[in-house]
Protein backbone atom coordinates (compact mmCIF):
# COMPACT_ATOMS: atom_id res chain seq x y z
CA UNK A 1 0.00 0.00 0.00
CA UNK A 2 1.54 3.47 -0.97
CA UNK A 3 2.65 5.73 1.77
CA UNK A 4 -0.17 8.87 1.92
CA UNK A 5 1.60 12.25 1.19
CA UNK A 6 2.00 14.83 3.40
CA UNK A 7 0.40 18.43 2.84
CA UNK A 8 1.70 20.99 0.98
CA UNK A 9 2.58 23.85 3.88
CA UNK A 10 1.57 27.50 2.88
CA UNK A 11 2.61 30.27 4.56
CA UNK A 12 0.53 33.64 3.81
CA UNK A 13 1.91 36.75 5.59
CA UNK A 14 1.49 40.51 5.19
CA UNK A 15 4.96 41.61 5.08
CA UNK A 16 6.30 44.37 8.25
CA UNK A 17 9.28 47.17 8.20
CA UNK A 18 10.90 44.57 10.62
CA UNK A 19 11.14 41.81 7.80
CA UNK A 20 13.76 40.29 6.87
CA UNK A 21 15.84 41.57 9.52
CA UNK A 22 15.63 43.99 12.15
CA UNK A 23 17.82 45.53 14.74
CA UNK A 24 17.64 44.79 19.01
CA UNK A 25 16.14 47.49 20.72
CA UNK A 26 18.42 46.17 23.30
CA UNK A 27 21.63 45.13 22.26
CA UNK A 28 21.41 46.89 18.36
CA UNK A 29 22.09 43.49 16.68
CA UNK A 30 20.60 42.22 13.20
CA UNK A 31 17.96 39.34 14.11
CA UNK A 32 15.44 37.32 11.85
CA UNK A 33 12.18 38.96 11.48
CA UNK A 34 8.83 36.92 12.09
CA UNK A 35 8.60 35.77 8.46
CA UNK A 36 12.25 34.05 8.85
CA UNK A 37 11.64 32.68 11.82
CA UNK A 38 8.30 31.27 11.14
CA UNK A 39 9.69 29.72 8.07
CA UNK A 40 12.63 28.34 9.88
CA UNK A 41 9.92 26.41 12.32
CA UNK A 42 7.23 25.04 10.29
CA UNK A 43 9.76 24.86 6.92
CA UNK A 44 6.67 25.90 4.06
CA UNK A 45 6.66 24.65 1.00
CA UNK A 46 5.73 27.69 -0.46
CA UNK A 47 5.09 31.63 1.06
CA UNK A 48 2.60 33.94 -0.15
CA UNK A 49 4.06 37.77 0.72
CA UNK A 50 1.79 40.52 0.82
CA UNK A 51 3.28 44.21 0.51
CA UNK A 52 1.65 47.15 0.68
CA UNK A 53 2.51 48.52 -3.10
CA UNK A 54 5.04 51.08 -3.58
CA UNK A 55 2.96 53.09 -5.61
CA UNK A 56 0.10 53.88 -3.57
CA UNK A 57 1.03 53.27 0.23
CA UNK A 58 2.65 56.19 2.23
CA UNK A 59 6.65 55.89 2.20
CA UNK A 60 6.44 55.13 5.87
CA UNK A 61 4.52 52.38 5.38
CA UNK A 62 5.49 51.13 1.92
CA UNK A 63 7.06 47.45 2.52
CA UNK A 64 7.22 46.11 -0.87
CA UNK A 65 10.83 46.77 -0.65
CA UNK A 66 11.18 44.41 2.49
CA UNK A 67 8.92 41.94 0.49
CA UNK A 68 11.82 41.83 -2.09
CA UNK A 69 14.77 41.49 0.57
CA UNK A 70 12.72 38.67 2.32
CA UNK A 71 12.26 36.70 -0.68
CA UNK A 72 15.86 36.99 -1.62
CA UNK A 73 16.58 36.09 1.92
CA UNK A 74 14.21 32.87 2.14
CA UNK A 75 15.75 31.90 -1.46
CA UNK A 76 19.23 31.86 0.29
CA UNK A 77 18.57 29.66 3.60
CA UNK A 78 16.07 27.38 1.32
CA UNK A 79 16.91 27.64 -2.02
CA UNK A 80 13.90 24.71 -3.35
CA UNK A 81 11.55 27.19 -1.54
CA UNK A 82 8.54 29.14 -3.75
CA UNK A 83 7.88 32.57 -2.68
CA UNK A 84 5.01 34.63 -3.95
CA UNK A 85 4.77 38.52 -3.91
CA UNK A 86 1.08 39.98 -4.10
CA UNK A 87 1.37 43.73 -3.78
CA UNK A 88 -1.37 45.47 -1.62
CA UNK A 89 -3.10 48.65 -3.27
CA UNK A 90 -4.13 49.83 0.00
CA UNK A 91 -3.47 53.93 0.00
CA UNK A 92 -4.24 53.67 4.03
CA UNK A 93 -3.34 50.19 5.49
CA UNK A 94 -4.58 51.40 8.92
CA UNK A 95 -8.29 51.72 7.47
CA UNK A 96 -10.02 48.38 9.03
CA UNK A 97 -12.80 48.67 6.04
CA UNK A 98 -10.57 48.70 3.14
CA UNK A 99 -7.43 46.11 4.70
CA UNK A 100 -10.73 43.58 5.32
CA UNK A 101 -12.13 43.86 2.24
CA UNK A 102 -8.89 43.79 0.23
CA UNK A 103 -7.88 40.76 2.42
CA UNK A 104 -10.71 39.15 1.89
CA UNK A 105 -10.53 38.92 -1.73
CA UNK A 106 -6.36 37.98 -1.77
CA UNK A 107 -7.57 34.61 0.45
CA UNK A 108 -10.07 33.38 -2.47
CA UNK A 109 -7.35 33.59 -4.88
CA UNK A 110 -5.12 32.07 -2.94
CA UNK A 111 -7.14 29.41 -2.14
CA UNK A 112 -8.36 28.98 -5.63
CA UNK A 113 -4.96 29.19 -7.14
CA UNK A 114 -3.85 26.56 -4.51
CA UNK A 115 -6.10 24.17 -5.36
CA UNK A 116 -5.81 24.20 -9.03
CA UNK A 117 -1.67 23.84 -8.58
CA UNK A 118 -1.90 21.62 -5.52
CA UNK A 119 -5.26 20.41 -4.99
CA UNK A 120 -6.82 19.57 -1.47
CA UNK A 121 -3.80 18.52 0.34
CA UNK A 122 -2.85 22.13 1.45
CA UNK A 123 -1.83 22.89 4.64
CA UNK A 124 -2.06 26.43 5.31
CA UNK A 125 -0.29 28.61 8.33
CA UNK A 126 -0.89 32.04 8.79
CA UNK A 127 1.75 34.78 10.63
CA UNK A 128 0.24 37.62 12.25
CA UNK A 129 3.32 39.25 13.56
CA UNK A 130 4.10 41.09 10.22
CA UNK A 131 1.95 44.17 9.41
CA UNK A 132 -0.51 46.94 10.88
CA UNK A 133 -2.46 45.62 14.09
CA UNK A 134 -5.56 46.27 11.99
CA UNK A 135 -4.09 43.83 9.67
CA UNK A 136 -3.27 41.17 12.05
CA UNK A 137 -7.16 41.68 13.33
CA UNK A 138 -8.55 41.13 9.90
CA UNK A 139 -6.60 37.98 9.57
CA UNK A 140 -8.17 36.63 12.72
CA UNK A 141 -11.83 38.39 11.54
CA UNK A 142 -11.23 35.77 8.26
CA UNK A 143 -10.17 32.95 10.45
CA UNK A 144 -13.27 32.97 12.64
CA UNK A 145 -15.36 33.69 9.64
CA UNK A 146 -14.44 30.54 8.12
CA UNK A 147 -12.92 32.33 4.94
CA UNK A 148 -10.04 29.85 5.60
CA UNK A 149 -8.89 27.04 7.34
CA UNK A 150 -5.43 27.22 8.73
CA UNK A 151 -3.57 27.37 11.70
CA UNK A 152 -2.63 30.79 13.03
CA UNK A 153 1.38 31.98 14.14
CA UNK A 154 2.33 34.67 16.76
CA UNK A 155 6.09 34.98 16.73
CA UNK A 156 7.72 36.74 19.81
CA UNK A 157 10.27 39.79 18.96
CA UNK A 158 13.52 38.59 20.53
CA UNK A 159 13.43 40.90 23.72
CA UNK A 160 10.42 38.93 25.05
CA UNK A 161 11.18 35.42 24.92
CA UNK A 162 11.89 33.75 27.67
CA UNK A 163 15.03 31.31 27.83
CA UNK A 164 15.34 28.43 25.17
CA UNK A 165 11.55 29.29 24.53
CA UNK A 166 10.51 29.24 20.94
CA UNK A 167 9.69 32.64 19.35
CA UNK A 168 7.06 30.99 16.90
CA UNK A 169 3.67 30.11 19.57
CA UNK A 170 0.33 29.01 17.77
CA UNK A 171 -2.67 31.47 18.06
CA UNK A 172 -5.06 29.26 20.25
CA UNK A 173 -8.04 31.79 20.39
CA UNK A 174 -11.17 29.74 20.55
CA UNK A 175 -13.12 31.97 17.63
CA UNK A 176 -16.22 32.95 18.84
CA UNK A 177 -17.86 31.76 15.51
CA UNK A 178 -16.58 28.21 16.13
CA UNK A 179 -18.63 28.31 19.34
CA UNK A 180 -21.79 29.61 17.86
CA UNK A 181 -21.09 26.45 14.97
CA UNK A 182 -21.41 24.06 18.30
CA UNK A 183 -24.17 25.93 19.92
CA UNK A 184 -26.70 25.54 16.42
CA UNK A 185 -25.56 21.76 15.96
CA UNK A 186 -26.62 21.21 19.66
CA UNK A 187 -29.94 23.23 19.20
CA UNK A 188 -30.14 21.07 15.77
CA UNK A 189 -29.76 17.66 17.29
CA UNK A 190 -32.00 18.43 20.47
CA UNK A 191 -34.66 18.87 18.00
CA UNK A 192 -34.03 16.08 15.87
CA UNK A 193 -33.36 18.02 12.64
CA UNK A 194 -30.22 16.05 11.88
CA UNK A 195 -29.32 16.96 8.56
CA UNK A 196 -29.14 20.99 9.77
CA UNK A 197 -26.76 19.80 12.37
CA UNK A 198 -24.81 17.42 9.67
CA UNK A 199 -24.64 20.93 7.47
CA UNK A 200 -23.16 22.82 10.53
CA UNK A 201 -21.07 20.30 11.42
CA UNK A 202 -19.19 19.78 8.01
CA UNK A 203 -18.62 23.33 7.66
CA UNK A 204 -17.35 23.43 11.68
CA UNK A 205 -14.95 20.47 10.22
CA UNK A 206 -13.77 22.93 7.68
CA UNK A 207 -13.21 25.76 9.46
CA UNK A 208 -11.67 24.96 13.03
CA UNK A 209 -7.64 24.90 13.26
CA UNK A 210 -8.03 21.98 15.96
CA UNK A 211 -7.09 18.94 14.48
CA UNK A 212 -9.19 16.96 16.99
CA UNK A 213 -11.94 19.00 16.64
CA UNK A 214 -11.97 18.72 12.93
CA UNK A 215 -12.10 15.24 13.34
CA UNK A 216 -14.71 14.71 15.88
CA UNK A 217 -17.45 17.16 13.83
CA UNK A 218 -16.25 15.12 10.44
CA UNK A 219 -17.17 11.98 12.07
CA UNK A 220 -20.12 13.32 13.88
CA UNK A 221 -21.88 14.65 10.78
CA UNK A 222 -21.98 11.21 9.57
CA UNK A 223 -23.79 9.95 12.62
CA UNK A 224 -25.99 13.29 11.70
CA UNK A 225 -26.47 11.88 8.28
CA UNK A 226 -26.88 8.39 9.63
CA UNK A 227 -29.86 9.81 11.53
CA UNK A 228 -31.38 11.48 9.14
CA UNK A 229 -31.92 8.37 6.85
CA UNK A 230 -32.82 6.53 9.70
CA UNK A 231 -35.38 8.92 10.02
CA UNK A 232 -36.29 7.91 6.80
CA UNK A 233 -36.64 4.26 7.44
CA UNK A 234 -33.29 4.10 5.07
CA UNK A 235 -31.69 1.44 7.65
CA UNK A 236 -29.31 0.14 5.25
CA UNK A 237 -27.46 3.69 4.39
CA UNK A 238 -27.60 4.32 8.48
CA UNK A 239 -26.19 1.54 9.05
CA UNK A 240 -23.08 1.72 6.77
CA UNK A 241 -22.29 5.17 7.60
CA UNK A 242 -22.18 4.67 11.39
CA UNK A 243 -20.54 1.24 10.93
CA UNK A 244 -17.89 3.49 9.57
CA UNK A 245 -17.62 6.02 12.11
CA UNK A 246 -17.71 3.05 14.06
CA UNK A 247 -14.74 1.92 12.82
CA UNK A 248 -12.92 5.17 13.07
CA UNK A 249 -13.57 5.98 16.30
CA UNK A 250 -12.16 2.26 17.55
CA UNK A 251 -8.53 3.54 17.32
CA UNK A 252 -8.88 6.28 20.29
CA UNK A 253 -9.75 4.42 23.79
CA UNK A 254 -11.32 7.82 25.31
CA UNK A 255 -13.98 8.09 22.59
CA UNK A 256 -15.36 4.49 23.96
CA UNK A 257 -18.20 5.15 25.51
CA UNK A 258 -19.41 7.25 22.45
CA UNK A 259 -18.64 4.38 20.13
CA UNK A 260 -20.55 1.70 22.63
CA UNK A 261 -23.92 3.47 21.59
CA UNK A 262 -22.89 3.38 18.14
CA UNK A 263 -22.40 -0.24 18.45
CA UNK A 264 -25.62 -0.96 19.69
CA UNK A 265 -27.04 1.25 17.44
CA UNK A 266 -25.68 -0.83 14.16
CA UNK A 267 -26.83 -4.17 16.13
CA UNK A 268 -30.28 -2.33 16.26
CA UNK A 269 -30.47 -1.49 12.48
CA UNK A 270 -29.58 -5.31 11.48
CA UNK A 271 -32.34 -6.65 13.54
CA UNK A 272 -34.98 -4.31 11.73
CA UNK A 273 -33.37 -4.99 8.23
CA UNK A 274 -33.59 -8.07 9.06
CA UNK A 275 -36.85 -8.33 9.84
CA UNK A 276 -38.56 -5.98 7.08
CA UNK A 277 -40.72 -8.35 5.56
CA UNK A 278 -43.62 -8.33 7.76
CA UNK A 279 -44.13 -6.58 10.76
CA UNK A 280 -41.99 -7.22 14.00
CA UNK A 281 -41.14 -6.21 17.20
CA UNK A 282 -38.22 -4.19 17.06
CA UNK A 283 -39.78 -2.57 13.66
CA UNK A 284 -42.84 -1.56 15.74
CA UNK A 285 -40.55 -0.14 18.32
CA UNK A 286 -38.38 1.38 15.76
CA UNK A 287 -41.78 3.17 14.49
CA UNK A 288 -42.74 4.20 17.52
CA UNK A 289 -39.77 5.90 18.72
CA UNK A 290 -39.88 7.74 15.20
CA UNK A 291 -43.12 9.40 15.74
CA UNK A 292 -41.74 10.36 19.31
CA UNK A 293 -39.27 12.42 17.57
CA UNK A 294 -41.76 13.65 14.62
CA UNK A 295 -44.14 14.91 17.66
CA UNK A 296 -41.16 16.33 19.92
CA UNK A 297 -40.14 18.27 16.15
CA UNK A 298 -43.34 19.57 16.32
CA UNK A 299 -44.19 17.83 12.95
CA UNK A 300 -47.73 16.48 14.30
CA UNK A 301 -48.84 15.50 10.58
CA UNK A 302 -46.08 13.33 10.51
CA UNK A 303 -46.54 11.69 13.78
CA UNK A 304 -49.89 11.18 13.85
CA UNK A 305 -49.15 9.54 10.08
CA UNK A 306 -46.65 6.82 12.09
CA UNK A 307 -49.32 6.63 14.37
CA UNK A 308 -51.75 5.09 11.84
CA UNK A 309 -49.42 3.13 10.46
CA UNK A 310 -48.10 1.84 14.40
CA UNK A 311 -52.07 1.06 15.00
CA UNK A 312 -52.02 -0.85 11.80
CA UNK A 313 -48.50 -2.42 11.98
CA UNK A 314 -50.07 -3.62 15.50
CA UNK A 315 -52.73 -4.96 14.10
CA UNK A 316 -51.30 -7.32 11.71
CA UNK A 317 -49.30 -8.51 13.95
CA UNK A 318 -52.00 -9.67 15.73
CA UNK A 319 -53.84 -11.31 13.05
CA UNK A 320 -51.10 -13.33 11.97
CA UNK A 321 -50.58 -14.80 15.61
CA UNK A 322 -54.19 -14.88 16.50
CA UNK A 323 -56.06 -15.97 12.79
CA UNK A 324 -53.02 -17.20 11.38
CA UNK A 325 -53.18 -15.74 7.79
CA UNK A 326 -51.51 -12.77 6.50
CA UNK A 327 -53.68 -9.60 6.55
CA UNK A 328 -51.70 -7.63 3.44
CA UNK A 329 -52.71 -10.15 0.01
CA UNK A 330 -55.28 -8.83 -1.98
CA UNK A 331 -58.83 -9.75 -1.20
CA UNK A 332 -58.88 -12.64 -4.11
CA UNK A 333 -56.29 -14.16 -2.20
CA UNK A 334 -57.56 -14.37 1.73
CA UNK A 335 -59.55 -16.79 2.75
CA UNK A 336 -63.16 -18.52 2.20
CA UNK A 337 -64.28 -17.67 5.81
CA UNK A 338 -62.54 -14.25 5.51
CA UNK A 339 -64.66 -13.63 2.05
CA UNK A 340 -67.85 -14.48 4.18
CA UNK A 341 -67.29 -11.74 6.59
CA UNK A 342 -66.49 -8.83 4.39
CA UNK A 343 -67.32 -8.27 0.49
CA UNK A 344 -64.27 -6.24 -1.42
CA UNK A 345 -63.81 -6.15 -5.03
CA UNK A 346 -61.15 -9.19 -5.99
CA UNK A 347 -58.23 -6.61 -6.18
CA UNK A 348 -59.05 -4.38 -3.35
CA UNK A 349 -56.88 -4.43 0.07
CA UNK A 350 -58.64 -4.83 3.16
CA UNK A 351 -58.12 -2.00 5.31
CA UNK A 352 -58.24 -1.12 9.10
CA UNK A 353 -61.70 -1.24 9.26
CA UNK A 354 -62.47 -4.73 7.63
CA UNK A 355 -59.54 -6.35 9.98
CA UNK A 356 -61.84 -5.21 13.05
CA UNK A 357 -65.16 -6.03 11.59
CA UNK A 358 -63.85 -9.67 10.96
CA UNK A 359 -62.06 -10.01 14.49
CA UNK A 360 -65.12 -8.61 15.90
CA UNK A 361 -66.55 -11.71 14.21
CA UNK A 362 -64.12 -14.37 15.21
CA UNK A 363 -64.44 -13.06 18.71
CA UNK A 364 -60.87 -12.00 18.61
CA UNK A 365 -59.83 -8.18 20.70
CA UNK A 366 -56.35 -6.87 21.16
CA UNK A 367 -54.65 -7.53 24.11
CA UNK A 368 -55.35 -4.05 25.86
CA UNK A 369 -58.34 -2.71 28.19
CA UNK A 370 -62.06 -2.46 26.92
CA UNK A 371 -61.55 1.52 28.16
CA UNK A 372 -58.38 1.76 26.03
CA UNK A 373 -60.44 -0.13 23.24
CA UNK A 374 -62.87 2.67 23.20
CA UNK A 375 -59.86 5.46 23.37
CA UNK A 376 -58.60 4.01 20.57
CA UNK A 377 -61.68 3.76 18.65
CA UNK A 378 -62.72 6.99 20.00
CA UNK A 379 -59.19 8.54 18.24
CA UNK A 380 -59.11 6.82 15.10
CA UNK A 381 -62.87 8.36 14.40
CA UNK A 382 -61.11 12.17 15.20
CA UNK A 383 -57.67 11.17 13.15
CA UNK A 384 -59.94 9.87 10.16
CA UNK A 385 -61.35 13.55 9.57
CA UNK A 386 -57.94 15.02 9.96
CA UNK A 387 -55.76 15.61 6.85
CA UNK A 388 -54.26 11.99 7.80
CA UNK A 389 -57.08 10.10 7.46
CA UNK A 390 -60.49 11.00 4.60
CA UNK A 391 -60.71 14.59 5.54
CA UNK A 392 -58.66 17.78 5.87
CA UNK A 393 -58.46 19.24 9.22
CA UNK A 394 -55.59 20.06 10.74
CA UNK A 395 -53.30 18.35 13.10
CA UNK A 396 -52.51 20.20 16.87
CA UNK A 397 -50.11 19.51 19.18
CA UNK A 398 -52.69 17.82 21.51
CA UNK A 399 -53.85 15.49 18.73
CA UNK A 400 -49.81 14.53 18.45
CA UNK A 401 -49.72 14.18 22.11
CA UNK A 402 -52.67 12.53 22.80
CA UNK A 403 -51.30 9.37 19.88
CA UNK A 404 -48.24 8.77 21.33
CA UNK A 405 -50.21 7.92 24.63
CA UNK A 406 -52.20 5.35 22.85
CA UNK A 407 -49.17 3.70 20.99
CA UNK A 408 -47.00 3.93 24.38
CA UNK A 409 -50.46 1.78 25.70
CA UNK A 410 -50.82 -0.63 22.68
CA UNK A 411 -47.03 -1.46 22.50
CA UNK A 412 -47.31 -2.46 25.95
CA UNK A 413 -50.71 -4.20 25.43
CA UNK A 414 -48.63 -6.15 23.08
CA UNK A 415 -45.03 -6.60 24.40
CA UNK A 416 -45.36 -6.09 28.12
CA UNK A 417 -41.77 -7.14 28.24
CA UNK A 418 -40.56 -4.35 26.24
CA UNK A 419 -38.13 -1.43 27.55
CA UNK A 420 -39.90 1.70 25.38
CA UNK A 421 -37.76 4.01 26.70
CA UNK A 422 -34.17 2.44 26.68
CA UNK A 423 -34.20 2.04 23.11
CA UNK A 424 -31.02 2.63 21.24
CA UNK A 425 -32.25 5.41 18.82
CA UNK A 426 -34.77 6.66 21.10
CA UNK A 427 -35.23 10.09 23.02
CA UNK A 428 -33.13 8.88 26.48
CA UNK A 429 -30.56 7.56 24.56
CA UNK A 430 -30.21 9.84 21.91
CA UNK A 431 -30.14 12.93 24.94
CA UNK A 432 -27.14 10.48 26.16
CA UNK A 433 -25.23 10.34 23.02
CA UNK A 434 -25.84 14.19 22.44
CA UNK A 435 -23.80 14.72 25.95
CA UNK A 436 -20.67 12.57 25.10
CA UNK A 437 -20.61 14.41 21.76
CA UNK A 438 -20.54 17.79 22.70
CA UNK A 439 -18.34 17.13 25.78
CA UNK A 440 -15.55 15.71 23.50
CA UNK A 441 -16.28 18.32 21.17
Known amino acids: MPLETAPTKVLLSMVGNRDPYAACTQTGSLSEGSILTLCRHIQPDIVFLFPSAAQLAEKTSNTQVNAEKTREALLVLWPDIKVLLYPLGLPDPTDYRQVLHLMEQMVGSVRQQAQKELGLKVEYHINISSGTPQMQACWLLLVNGGRLKAKVWQVIAPQWQKGPEARCRVVETEFVEEQNKISRVQNFFANYYFKAAQDELELLALSTYLPQRAF ?154 EHLANEIREYNEKRNKSIVGHGMGSVREEDAQLAMKLARKILQGFFGHLELDTYSFGEAELNKIKNLIFKAI
Open 216 to 369: LAEEMAKVCEAYHHWDLFQHEKAQSLLTDVSKNLSRFPDMSQLNNKFKAQIETLQLIISSRDKESEINLLDLFHNAQRRRSAQQYVDCLARFKRLYEGCQNFFIRSELQIDPTPKYRNQPHWVKEIVQKQPDAYLVLSDWERILMAKKKRFPVS
